[in-house]
Every structure is written in structure tokens, then in C-alpha cells.
């Protein structure tokens, strides 16, 4: 709650800073990799598993504050048949995930960058805020793709939107004129656990669904492990999942920027 609230008061306090001073306006693109953490990577913060594209609106209030709305797009996926872990090659669930992220950003610059009116032309850069991750994660079974949330694997019904907290660093470089250029790795904190479609227990047969457009796919993907050796380890109050509540992904990568400055700002 107080991260919430400080998050909050540093945002608000962006916005009405820059009615006291003038804003120069920065548009850029990035483009780079994206990963994730949860039920099928709970190890490895720094696995990139597909790319990401996107871009921004800013504005900077002063050489060390900028607020930013931003779209990206990327790409997550996992597959237990290629883990390390024996009980996860068991298991054998795999998905991918297409992944579209509003969001409403702060960036503090240590130095008196450029795009604020200040004089150095490079800074590394901290940044926070909230955002809305969209998504719908998938899975292939004999050479067809089916989407995991029609076919409630865990017997639970949820929502492919979810609140978001990214938080990240970067460094950021003043090349010529109005040009910047920039890298940064930013993780999210996703208010779901179903990123990748699994998060509790296996099914209870008994609440399979009745519909038959859904119930035989539903048994077929709700517990893969049959595939391997015929020996299915489903049931009811089995762990499927771990017992983290939420799933993590990431966004990294560089990108270019332009600057809209005029004499007057300065």
C-alpha cells in the first residue's frame, strides 16, 4: 500500500510540475526481447523467449523528471518438454503468449539531461508507474493452436486483462541535434498468475465442463503428462502450479527517440 501511494504522489507531482514549466515533447520506437517468470520459468528472471516492439509519447518537465505514455507488444513462451527440471518435463504443459502493455511511466535522469532543457547528453535513468497488460496465452496440440482461457484448464474462469507495475533502468545518449539513443531492461509485476494458463491444482473431474464444444479439449489440455509415457498424474488437490500469486514478464532492448525542442523552451 505505501509503494501504491508514493507511486501515486510521485506521478501527480510529475503532472502538476509541468504546468509551471515548459514541456518538450519526445516521441520515440524501441525494439528488443521479452521474457517471463511463473509457472513454467520460476527460475530464470533474465530468459528472453520472443521479441518486443514499441513506442512512446513523452514528456520531459525538466532535465530530470518525464512522463511517458507507452504501447509494447511481445512475445512470451515456455515449454516444459525443454526444461531441466525432470518434474517439469513430466508435467509437459507448454503455451505462448502474445502480450500488449499500456502504460503510464516516470523516468528520473541522474544528470541534467538534454531533452529537459539541461546540458548532459547522456544519463542512465530509472523509471516506474502502472500499466494494463492484455493477453491470451495458447498452446499447440496435434499441429492445431487453441486458446487456454476458453478452455478452463484449472477449472477457473479469468480475465486476460490485469493490472501491471513495471519498474526498470536504462541509459540514454544524446547523439546529434534532437536524436537520442537508448537501452533499458524493465521487469512487470502482473496482478495475475495466469500469464501462462497455469497457476493452482489440477482439475477436479467432477467439474468438467458440459459443454461438449469444450469438455474434450479440456481434458486433453488441462493434463499433458499422459503424452510422454501413458501415465496421466492429474487429479484432483495435485499441485499444477507453484504457489507464487503472480507471474512476472519483462521487456528489454534499444531504441531511438526525437526530441521536439524550441528556442523558447531553452
Known sequence: MLYKKTLLAIILSSIFAGKSVAQVWEVGLQAGGAGY?????PT????????????????????????????????????????????????????????????????????DYFSGGGYARFSPYLYTGVGVVLFNPKTKYQGNE????????EGVKYKTAALSVPFGFGIKYNFKNNWTVMSNIGYRNAYTDYLDDVSGNYIDPA???????????????????????GNYIGARDVQRGDFRKRDTYMFVGIGITYTFVSQKCF
Open 207 to 229: 467439474i468438467y465442463s458440459n459443454n461438449p464444444d469444450i469438455r474434450p479439449m479440456q481434458i486433453v489440455l488441462s493434463d499433458r503428462s499422459g503424452e510422454i509415457n
Open 44 to 111: 530464470n528472471p533474465l530468459k528472453i523467449s520472443g521479441l518486443s516492439l514499441g513506442g512512446f509519447v513523452k514528456a520531459n518537465f525538466d532535465p530530470n523528471w518525464a512522463l511517458s505514455f507507452n504501447y509494447t507488444n511481445g512475445k512470451i513462451k515456455a515449454n516444459d518438454a525443454e526444461s531441466t527440471s525432470e518434474q517439469f518435463r513430466q508435467r509437459n504443459l507448454s503455451f505462448s503468449n502474445k502480450l500488449n502493455e499500456f502504460s503510464l511511466l516516470v523516468d528520473f535522469n541522474f544528470f
Open 37 to 41: 517468470m511463473g509457472d513454467l520459468n
Open 146 to 153: 487453441y486458446e487456454l482461457p476458453l478452455y478452463l484448464t
